[in-house]
């Protein structure tokens, strides 16, 4: 089990709040349901979707995350429930239905969000109320992008999301036969050169374009970034790189002269300087990543000067 305590202080005395798993899995579901996007960074699509006759499965909750990237969520309020089967079970019919998947996000979310599905980033969220060090082994094997998420219920109203293990693998294929980008490969000798849909060019072509001190300022910046705790996940994508924990705390985009780097930090509490192009506030403007300050980095010394606030958008994260 987990060994995480949580204490109330109240008048200089400690009291433990004693843990609990939810008694019914459906309340877990429709708790996690109601405020999804605020807690795992996911735009909610369906609940109960049933996949069809062969396949006679329901898939616990479906939903889009903040990359664009598909996600199941499977829930189980025991440990001894196969969890991880059941939800592989079910990626598999997903990646086998795209189609189905991107008419489903056409009606709840509108044309944008469907044309702009990342398939390589599919994802299988199982929050438990623990897990088995079975269950992680086995996740470390398992080709498919799997996260396991402990859940933990203190009092009436707190609720613990702990994220155990995860895993990232290279891209599937699309239904139209061309591969997705690979989300674990940056070296230079990788194969997939991705393209991007439009005139936007991909983020291995923008790394190809960039000079040489910006390819090494990518490089220590994305070290940076993955360097700021055990559970920062790294997600490659078409146009940009996205480093979460739970949820996106920054993304960086490359352009030849310079990496632009949107972090998940509230603009009111920073102090923008009109005059200085460092950092500005994005919430009200179109940009790659999700995020609402974005920070302008050329050299070394913007790096340095952006690592306060780097640590604390994953601090906030």
Known sequence: MS???LFRIQDGQAAELPGRSAQVEKALQQLIEAQ????LGVRFLASEYATGKTHRGRIDSLGLDENGCPVIVEYKC??????????LFYLDWLLDHQAEFRWLVLEKLGAEA???IEWSGTRL????????????YAVQQIPRNIELLR???FGDDLLLLELVNAQSVAPVPTTDGQATPNETDTSA????KPKAAGKDKSLAEQLELATPDIRTLYDDTRACLLGMGDDVQEKLLKLYTAFRRLKNFACVAVYPTRLLVTLKLDPASLSFDPDDTFMRDVSQVGHWGTGDVELCLRTPADLERAKPLLERSYAEG
């Open 3 to 5: 060994d995480i305590q």
């Open 36 to 39: 999804m996007e605020v807690l």
């Open 78 to 87: 025991r440990v001894n429930e196969n969890v991880i089967n059941q939800g």
């Open 114 to 116: 469907a044309q702009q």
């Open 125 to 136: 969220l199982c929050i438990a109320a623990d897990f088995t060090r079975y269950d992680q």
């Open 151 to 153: 859940y933990r219920l």
């Open 189 to 192: 000798d990788a194969p997939a």
